[in-house]
Each structure stands twice: as C-alpha cells, then as structure tokens.
C-alpha cells in the first residue's frame, strides 16, 4: 500500500504539470486504470510477495521464467502474429538458461523440488503480470507515459487500501524500521515509478513479446551487479546459465524485430 502511495505523491509532485492536462482523460479511463493495476501492481506483485511465504525462492525464480511465453500464449489466444521458430527457441534457451542458474546446474534435481501453495501463487503472479504486459498497450488512454504510470499507481493505492486496513485490524503491520522504511521508498520510487515507466515506454514501442523477453534479464543484471558492487564472482554453473539467457533473449528478439517487419 504504502509503496503505491510513495509512487502516486512523488509523481504528482514531480509531473504535476503533464498530470493536470490528462486528468480529464485519465478520470474518463478510470475502470481500465483500475483493472490494469489489478493485473499489474497489486496482483502481481502481491501474489509474488504471498508466495514466498509459501515456497522457496529458487521455485518463484525458476516459474518467473513462464511469463514470456504466458505473454505469446496470451497474444495468440487474441488474434496476434504467430511467434517465428526462432522466437520460440530464444524462448526455450533463455528459460534453460534460468533453470540452471536456479538449480545451481543441477537440473535433474528439478523434478525433486517440492510444490504446493507457494508455486501456485507465483505461478498466478506471473499470469497476471502477462495479463498486464498484453492489455496495457491495447487498454492505455491517449496520455503521456508518465501519467499513464501515474494512473496505475493511484489505482494499486486504491485497491491496496483495503487491504492495508484489514491487515492493520489484523496486528501484523510491516515494523516501521529504517531498514524497511528504505525498501518501501525504493521500491515506491524505484521500481514503481521508474522501473513501471520503463516498462510502459519498452510495451508501447516493442510491443508486448518483445518487451517480456527482458525479464530474462534479471539474473543477468543482478550477477553483475553482485560482481562489481559486492565483489561476488559468478560460478561456472551461473555463467553458463546466464550466457544460455543472454543468447536466448539476443535470438527472440531479433527475431520478433523480423517478424515485426514480415
């Protein structure tokens, strides 16, 4: 709740010159804005949070890696341009390349890993955030990105409202520490401001499939970023794994770059 409030404030305070001009519109767009940050910011993040109660983190990393293909099933299901051969196998080498990160590259223990509660609730997550990267481009309002993100991330408040206050009645409110005070403000200005404007900018001008593609990149990143800041030099498992994404990613989206030009 309070992530989506941070998101909302700072970018009334910082845009709120572009934002006055598209109220009207955004006001007039209000039950798509809510569904789309119901797909987008409450359901995926929320279930993605929920599921690790449930499971370990190895299991939410590895079924992040059905989302793409959930965005191509999803753009089938709605009439959309068949993926090329190459598209999918750029698909099949990166998620390769997530398994055996997550595995520590030992795939056969895959079937081993335990599933329940937790995989289901990631694996919802998951389908909402396809939900969100497929519906965007087609439900966005004639505003700006900044304001389109703006639209979202009032509506997460309003929908997380609620919610935020059956948890306070509850007693289990989050400690107001300095540690997690500074997750939530990161992740309000961020990941939810700046990190979602983004990905709204990469979904307009990429398209959906495109645009899911880099969410392979996420280990990727994250072991450069362990290399350069806390001195963590990847394992023999890890660049294999991360050399299988980045191929992957580099062949889908050449390929979905032809299959946008055919």
Not at 128 to 141: C, D, E, F, G, T
Request: some cysteine.
């Amino acid at each position: 709740f309070w992530r989506w409030c941070i998101a909302s404030a700072f970018m009334m305070v910082l845009f709120w010159p572009m934002l006055r001009a598209d109220i009207p519109a955004l006001w007039a767009a209000a039950p798509r804005l809510l569904l789309l940050a119901l797909f987008g910011s409450v359901g995926s993040n929320g279930l993605g949070y929920l599921a690790l109660h449930y499971t370990a983190p190895t299991n939410v990393a590895i079924l992040s890696s059905a989302m793409p293909v959930m965005v191509f099933a999803l753009q089938l299901a709605l009439g959309e341009k068949r993926p090329s051969p190459a598209s999918v196998a750029g698909i099949a080498v990166s998620t390769l390349g997530v398994v055996i990160v997550c595995t520590k590259g030992d795939i056969a223990s895959l079937p081993h890993l335990r599933w329940g509660a937790g995989e289901l609730l990631a694996i919802l997550s998951n389908l909402s955030w396809a939900l969100y990267s497929v519906l965007a481009p087609r439900l966005k309002p004639p505003v700006s990105q900044r304001s389109f993100t703006f639209g979202i991330a009032l509506g997460g408040s309003l929908i997380c409202a609620p919610l935020f206050v059956l948890q306070a009645s509850s007693g289990t409110l989050m400690e107001a520490s300095l540690p997690n005070i500074a997750a939530v403000a990161y992740a309000g200005i961020g990941v939810s401001v700046f990190g979602y404007m983004a990905y709204n900018v990469a979904l307009g001008r990429l398209g959906p499939r495109a645009a899911s593609l880099f969410m392979y990149l996420i280990p990727f990143i994250t072991a450069l970023f362990a290399a350069a800041f806390f001195g963590v030099h990847p394992s023999a498992y890890q660049v294999l794994g991360l050399a299988a994404i980045l191929c992957g990613v580099v062949t889908a989206m050449l390929a979905e770059e032809r299959n946008a030009k055919v």
